[in-house]
C-alpha cells in the first residue's frame, strides 16, 4: 500500500516571493509521482509528474518538482508565485505496474497575498 | 474536443435514499475512474472501468457501484446513503496507457449532501 503527507495544510505567501509544497510518501513497491492543482469549484489538473529519467521535473505554469528517492519526497517549487497560484495542491503517487489508483494527500492550500 | 463533463453538479439527499451520479469521458479516453473527496481531504479511489468492466476498486462498500456504457460514458450509484456519504465525487478519463501513468483528466464533479 502507498501513502502519501503533505506537511503543511495552508502555505500563505505574497506575489512573487518563492514557494515551495513539501510533499513525502511511502511506499513498497516503486511508483509514479504527481502534482495535481484544484482551482476554486473546480476539477484537479495535472501539474507535473515523475515517471522515470531526471529527477527534476518541470510542469506548467512555472513549476516544477524533485523526486528524492532516498528521502522519499517529492517537494513542489515555484521561484515566484502569482496571485492566480492559489489553489489546492495535492500529491499523489501511483505503483509504476496495473491501473492507475492514484493515493493522493490532503493537500496544502496556497494562499498568495499582494 | 470537449472535457470530462459530470452531472448533476450539486444535489441533496436524505439517509438511505439513492444516487446517481453520471460522467462523460473526455473524447478517445476508453478508462474511467471515480474518486470521492471529502471536505479537508484529499480524493480517495472508488472504482475504475475500462471496456464496460469495473478494473480496480478502492475500499468503498458494495453499496457503491458503477456503469460504464459502450460510448465510455459512466455512472456512480450509491445505494443507502449515509452522511459520511457528503463529499464531491469526481469522475476521471483516461486512455488506457496514461491510465497507469496517472494521467487522468477530471471533471470538475459532483457535490453531494447527505442530510
Known amino acids: 500500500a502507498q501513502s502519501v503527507t503533505q506537511l503543511d495544510s495552508q502555505v500563505p505567501v505574497f506575489e512573487e516571493a518563492p514557494v515551495e509544497l513539501r510533499c513525502n510518501y511511502s511506499?513498497?513497491?516503486?511508483?509514479?509521482l504527481f502534482w495535481y492543482v484544484q482551482y476554486p469549484n473546480q476539477g484537479l489538473q495535472l501539474l507535473l509528474k515523475?515517471?522515470?529519467?531526471?529527477?527534476l521535473v518541470k510542469g506548467i505554469n512555472g513549476f516544477e518538482a524533485e523526486f528524492n528517492k532516498s528521502q522519499t519526497s517529492f517537494h513542489l517549487r515555484k521561484p515566484s508565485v502569482h496571485i492566480s497560484d492559489t489553489a489546492e495542491y495535492f500529491c499523489?503517487?501511483?505503483?509504476?505496474?496495473?491501473?492507475?489508483?492514484?493515493?493522493f494527500g490532503k493537500g496544502t492550500m496556497l494562499l498568495v497575498s499582494p | 474536443e470537449t472535457g470530462v463533463t459530470q452531472s448533476p453538479t450539486h444535489l441533496i439527499k436524505t439517509r438511505g435514499q439513492q444516487v446517481t451520479l453520471r460522467c462523460s469521458s473526455q473524447?478517445?479516453?476508453?478508462?474511467v475512474s471515480w474518486y470521492q473527496q471529502a471536505l479537508g481531504q484529499g480524493p480517495q479511489f472508488i472504482f475504475q472501468y475500462y471496456r464496460e468492466e469495473e478494473n480496480g476498486r478502492g475500499n468503498f462498500p458494495p453499496r457503491f457501484s458503477g456503469l460504464q456504457f459502450p460510448n465510455y460514458s459512466s455512472e456512480l450509484n450509491v445505494n443507502a446513503l449515509e452522511l459520511d456519504d457528503s463529499a464531491l465525487y469526481l469522475c476521471a478519463s483516461s486512455l488506457p496507457g496514461a491510465s497507469a501513468s496517472g494521467e487522468l483528466f477530471f471533471g470538475e464533479g459532483s457535490r453531494l449532501t447527505v442530510l
Open positions: 499523489a503517487v501511483n505503483p509504476d505496474s496495473g491501473y492507475s489508483t492514484l493515493t
Open positions: 515523475y515517471l522515470s529519467g531526471s529527477t
Open positions: 473524447s478517445g479516453h476508453n478508462t
Open positions: 511506499s513498497s513497491v516503486s511508483v509514479y
